[in-house]
């Protein structure tokens, strides 16, 4: 997601600066074909995973704390679609419709475990993170593709439910920031994900309703958030590196491309400004990241050895 979703943004980036008609495709497509090339072998390697280790899998899905972010796959793959939409529109489509679906299905199957767990005291506050957020909000991340594929109206139904569902969702979430202890060091990345819902709500929002100028106001309250988050995290680099640290990079993506879109409404140097420095804000923690990602991968496959 954080991949796919910076070389998105960047597409969309590249007419807000002078001389420029699209991004350059050592930039944009470059983080698009690494993050294809990264949902390929994830999702190899979690075949593999069913396979060999199904009860870990299945504990997965069972998991209040994990079970959010299973939601990931389904919209990796509408995002993945939305960057093949212009080389491979065939097995986009596909992929896409697939997402759709399988993020519908795994949000029914999450609430009903939720609520579940909750009659039978099995979900508790503490629980509770901003992973739930992908599993229920998800939708709103669908409209990427969606639109490129030019199935408009099903884009529209699923960002719609994904909204609509969005105040009580993020009420919730926000409620055990507040309510309950705080998250251990390791998946303190997580709440970045509250970027997501007001930046993409509000880029998103005005390409189906473009008349609805209060949409602008979502915005604003995502650079006030982005703000909050900035101070929480001020001391991230202490936080102990681990898979969480990709919560880092799609919701800048996200807030990154919110920017670009108001910085397209607005085309004044204040918000190309923003929006510029947002891009390089995504594009250093994705890489940051990336790099991070693989010398722990080398480390643990020369141990391994």
């Known amino acids: ?35 294809v090339l990264a949902f390929l072998l994830l999702l190899g390697l979690y075949a593999l995973k069913t396979v ?38 065939g097995i986009a489509d596909i992929l896409w419709w697939s997402g759709v679906v399988l993020l519908g299905a795994f949000a029914f199957w999450g609430a009903w475990r939720l ?18 957020m992908i599993l229920f909000i998800g939708g709103i991340v669908v409209p990427a593709g969606g639109i490129a594929l030019d199935h408009v109206s099903m884009a529209f139904g699923a960002f719609a439910a ?45 390409y189906f309703s473009p008349e609805s100028t209060w949409l602008e106001g979502l915005f604003l309250v995502g650079v ?17 590196f681990g898979p969480s640290w990709w919560a880092f990079t799609f919701p800048l993506d996200a ?23 947002a891009l390089l804000a995504a594009t250093f923690v994705v890489a940051m990241v990336l790099a991070r990602s693989l010398l722990a991968a080398r480390h643990l496959f020369s141990k391994r050895l």
């Open 52 to 89: 060999l280790h199904f009860t870990a899998v299945r504990a997965e899905f069972l998991d209040p704390v994990r079970l959010g972010f299973c939601a990931t796959l389904p919209v990796s793959m509408t995002l993945v679609a939305a960057g093949l939409a212009p080389y491979l529109a």
């Open 115 to 132: 609520v579940w767990g909750a009659i039978r005291r099995e979900v508790v506050l503490a629980q509770v993170n901003a992973g739930l």
């Open 1 to 35: 997601m954080g991949l796919v979703g910076l070389g998105l943004t960047a597409r969309a980036a590249a007419p807000l600066f002078p001389g420029s008609v699209r991004a350059p495709a050592y930039f944009t497509e470059l983080w698009i074909g690494l993050g």
């Open 255 to 277: 807030f990154a491309y919110a920017a670009v879109r108001y910085a397209h409404a607005h085309p004044s140097a204040l918000w190309k400004g923003v929006a510029a420095l």
């Open 224 to 240: 006030a958030l982005f703000a909050a988050l900035i101070v929480y995290g001020r001391r991230f680099w202490h936080w102990p």
């Open 162 to 206: 994904s909204a609509l569902a969005a105040p009580a969702v993020m009420a919730v979430v926000l409620y055990r920031a507040f309510a309950a202890p705080d998250l251990p060091e390791p998946l303190r990345p997580s709440w970045f994900i509250l970027l997501v819902p007001p930046s993409l709500i509000y880029a998103h929002g005005t």
